[in-house]
């Protein structure tokens, strides 16, 4: 089963620090196993794929390792499920909106049991756990998430350089996918198409909306938008492996590149299939001259070089083209002297 239905991973993010105190090489330092109930649905998982009923409460219970020679600390928390805007089902990283479609967060129905973060001693275990309660009205399909597991000790690794050192942050997540009553047909739809920002680039973000409790998988997205008075193709993209976690909005940022958001009306046309489903999307919207400038202003892509920079540039140019011709001038004494 892939990561996007909910497996247990590793991440590790690195962050640059200012640190002038050389530190040494460790691993990881911790690693986590769920301890899977008798209804798992697939054995084989080694995250939570569980069948349950309406108004089910469950304790599911995780273990986790500590490999070092001292104590650490691990917080733990609840997360819900959705797609981020790279088309991946999003585990770690909580957004801060849900598709209106989403009745139920996981995060919400998941409590942790104890303290948040919890103390494993040196070389030994502890096992974890969280209640689950499924609510009394019956939820047909898929609640998706992850159980999240940092270790927040302070742990320093990696090698320093001078006054720079890389700081790691591990952490696991375990899939919560929890299965009840009847899993609903596949069904997508076109949400809002309009200018704005991607990573401060300036792009038309199309929100493709997945409104029913099932995952849909292996997204091919074609999308053409077109100047409708120019009759002119202004972005030609396909996207592929798109995962659409249950009730989740995807919003897919179509970057302009060199182009500037110009003010006008546009068409949207968009296919998105898999193997068994195929959907056809058809939208007119428009750009008003005020969002163009806008986006136009804060974008990086029209962000041009610093006079500053043209003049030492022109300056280490013409130092160059001099050393090299005193370099010539000199050769050529040379040989006359000779």
């Known amino acids: 089963m892939s990561l996007s239905f909910g497996i247990s991973i590793f991440v590790g993010q690195t962050v640059l620090a200012s640190h002038r105190q050389p530190v040494h090489n460790n691993d990881v330092g911790f690693s986590v196993a769920a301890k899977l109930p008798k209804?798992?649905?697939?054995?084989?998982?080694?995250?939570f794929d569980l069948k349950m009923a309406r108004g089910q409460e469950q304790t599911l219970r995780t273990v986790i390792y500590n490999v070092t020679n001292r104590d650490i600390k691990v917080q733990t928390a609840v997360h819900t499920a959705y797609t981020?805007?790279?088309?991946?089902?999003?585990?770690?990283n909580p957004t801060k909106s849900y598709d209106r479609s989403l009745k139920y967060r996981i995060s919400d129905l998941a409590t942790i049991q104890g303290e948040q973060v919890v103390t494993v001693p040196a070389k030994e275990s502890k096992t974890v756990a969280i209640k689950v309660k499924l609510p009394k009205q019956l939820v047909n399909g898929v609640l998706l998430g992850g159980w999240y597991f940092k270790r927040v000790d302070g742990k320093v690794t990696g090698v320093t350089d001078k006054s720079i050192?890389?700081?790691?942050?591990?952490?696991?997540?375990?899939?919560?996918?929890?299965?009840?009553?009847?899993?609903?047909?596949?069904?997508?739809?076109?949400g809002p198409v309009k200018a704005g920002l991607s990573n401060y680039h300036r792009s038309i973000i199309v929100?493709?909306?997945?409104?029913?409790?099932?995952?849909?998988?292996?997204?091919?997205?074609?999308?053409?938008?077109?100047?409708?008075?120019?009759?002119?193709?202004?972005?030609?993209?396909?996207?592929?492996?798109?995962?659409?976690?249950?009730?989740?909005?995807?919003?897919?940022?179509?970057?302009?590149?060199?182009?500037?958001?110009?003010?006008?009306?546009?068409?949207?046309?968009?296919?998105?299939?898999?193997?068994?489903?195929?959907?056809?999307?058809?939208?007119?919207?428009?750009?008003?001259?005020?969002?163009?400038?806008?986006?136009?202003?804060?974008?990086?892509?029209?962000?041009?070089?610093?006079?500053?920079?043209?003049?030492?540039?022109?300056?280490?140019?013409?130092?160059?083209?001099?050393?090299?011709?005193?370099?010539?001038?000199?050769?050529?004494?040379?040989?006359?002297?000779?």
Not at 39 to 47: A, I, P, R, V, Y
Not at 165 to 190: Q, W
Not at 268 to 277: E, I, P
Not at 315 to 335: D, E, F, P, S, Y
């Open 39 to 47: 209804n798992q649905l697939h054995k084989q998982n080694s995250f």
């Open 84 to 92: 981020n805007t790279n088309g991946v089902i999003e585990y770690i």
């Open 165 to 190: 050192n890389v700081t790691n942050e591990y952490s696991y997540v375990i899939g919560l996918k929890l299965t009840s009553g009847k899993l609903p047909e596949p069904d997508l739809r076109l």
């Open 207 to 338: 929100a493709l909306r997945n409104p029913v409790a099932r995952i849909i998988p292996n997204l091919k997205i074609r999308t053409v938008i077109i100047n409708k008075r120019r009759q002119k193709v202004v972005i030609r993209h396909t996207k592929t492996g798109v995962m659409m976690a249950p009730n989740t909005v995807f919003k897919a940022p179509l970057q302009l590149k060199s182009q500037r958001l110009q003010p006008g009306d546009y068409q949207l046309k968009m296919t998105v299939s898999n193997r068994r489903h195929h959907w056809q999307f058809k939208r007119d919207f428009h750009i008003s001259m005020k969002a163009a400038e806008k986006y136009n202003h804060a974008s990086i892509d029209n962000k041009g070089v610093s006079m500053w920079l043209l003049i030492g540039i022109g300056a280490l140019a013409m130092l160059t083209l001099g050393l090299g011709a005193g370099v010539i001038v000199w050769i050529w004494q040379r040989r006359s002297k000779d």
